[in-house]
């Protein structure tokens, strides 16, 4: 395990996503209020990079602004080649849509679509063949192939939860962006649903990102990068259970002792401001 203070540079010929410096603030009443302040970020082929933070430090919005879902306010995100902050809002849905994949904390499930309609909706919406085969085959592998003709009101959260890692995974991503994506599950399908979303990670040309408060999680990942107050505060390579846990309690301790004022903070209805079908187009590739 290795502990630094700052993020690490990663092999240029190897970067998949590149976010520098970004910045970010939302209008709350008649203040702006800063949620990301000069973020950098860099994820190489094939890894899979932990966000962790205390609640408010721009995880969630972090996620959405390399995803394109949040327009940002300076800096550049790069992912698989395409510079996501330099195109109109309709060009990045269109890269988005190509690139990027995401697991969001609210599922964003179609409430009169059936399981196994919830997965393909997103490929059919954009003009593609969904490979049946394949969703079947996620459907099996998550455990949850036998309730692929219910809609997602009779689910329970975990179920959902495993319908939309499914849904992403079937697109294929080249970026995957999971935000929370084991909070509901339970022990018996937590591990099996880690490991699917590792492995699409782990493909050549691909790479993920996790969001998570859960220092095992963390400590499975190839790098832990810290945030507090919109900005990144420390990196942990090689990490562990352990040695994510005391990084998260040091990272606390800190927080109590330097000065208050306006704090970061994200707001999961950032996760709710595209409609459902909406949504389930983004993740289509």
């Known amino acids: 395990m290795s502990f630094h203070a700052s993020p690490q540079a990663t092999s240029a010929s190897e970067i998949l996503l590149h976010v520098s410096h970004i910045v970010k603030a939302f209008s ?17 082929e094939g890894e899979v990079v932990a966000i962790m933070g205390p609640s408010g430090s721009g995880k969630s919005t972090l996620l959405n602004c390399i995803g394109g879902l949040e327009p940002v306010d300076s800096g550049s995100v790069t992912a698989a080649g395409v510079q996501m902050t330099r195109l109109s809002a309709k060009n990045r849905a269109r890269a988005r849509r190509k690139t990027v994949g995401f697991i969001f904390q609210s599922y964003n499930l179609v409430p009169y679509l059936s399981v196994a309609d919830n997965l393909t909706v997103t490929q059919r919406l954009s003009g593609i063949t969904p490979d049946l085969n394949r969703a079947d085959a996620l459907l099996k592998e998550l455990g949850i192939d036998h309730l692929k003709r219910l809609r997602p009101a009779t689910l329970s959260g975990g179920e959902q939860q495993r319908v939309a890692i499914a849904r992403a995974l079937l697109t294929d991503p080249y970026l995957l962006l999971a935000d929370e994506p084991t909070g509901a599950l339970d022990s018996a399908s937590w591990n099996t649903v880690l490991e699917a979303l590792k492995a699409q990670c782990k493909r050549p040309g691909h790479a993920g990102i996790i969001v998570t408060h859960d220092p095992t999680v963390a ?15 420390a990196e942990i390579t090689e990490p562990t259970t352990q040695s994510v846990t005391q990084a998260l309690a040091q990272l606390e301790n800190e927080a109590e002792s330097s000065p208050r004022g306006d704090r970061s903070y994200d707001t999961t209805s950032h996760n709710h401001a595209v409609p459902p079908t909406d949504t389930a187009v983004e993740q289509g590739r």
């Open 28 to 44: 709350v009443g008649k203040r702006l209020v800063p949620v990301l302040n000069g973020v950098s970020l860099k994820v190489s």
């Open 219 to 233: 400590g499975s990942c190839d790098r832990v990068v810290l945030l507090r107050d919109g900005r990144t505060r």
